[in-house]
């Protein structure tokens, strides 16, 4: 499996970003891609999840309202809309892939890091 990122960049308080993940080498459809970000001195944390089908997402409190998640099959695509960036919305953002996790009583997204099996080399946004 691989996974790339690009399109970050340096971008005024308030401004907006896409980034996409370009994504290969699956052998099942049924898995999970997730943003994930990670600034120094924190722990990464997730951004936004969805399910490669496409109707099932979740997104951090922080984000929520302001960022969306997207996926391209055809295109084998994965992208984050961000919109009215904060300076705290700097770091390193890493897409991700994984399969779905067991809660106890039934099967669901996964969202933490650990999560996550497969890992792009990231690409910085910087709001200032």
């Known amino acids: 499996v691989q996974l790339v990122e690009s399109g970050g960049g340096s971008v005024q308080t308030g401004g907006s970003l896409r980034l996409s993940c370009s994504y290969s080498g699956f052998t099942h459809s049924r898995y999970y891609l997730g943003w994930f970000r990670q600034s120094p001195g924190k722990e990464r944390e997730e951004v936004a999840t969805?399910?490669?089908?496409?109707?099932?997402?979740h997104y951090a409190a922080s984000v929520k309202g302001r960022f969306a998640i997207s996926v391209d099959n055809a295109k084998t695509t994965l992208f984050l809309q961000m919109g009215n960036l904060k300076i705290e919305d700097t770091a390193m953002y890493y897409c991700a892939a994984g399969n779905e996790v067991w809660y106890g009583d039934h099967w669901g997204l996964p969202n933490r890091p650990q999560d996550y099996n497969y890992w792009g080399q990231g690409t910085q946004v910087t709001v200032s």
């Open positions: 969805i399910y490669v089908g496409g109707w099932s997402t």
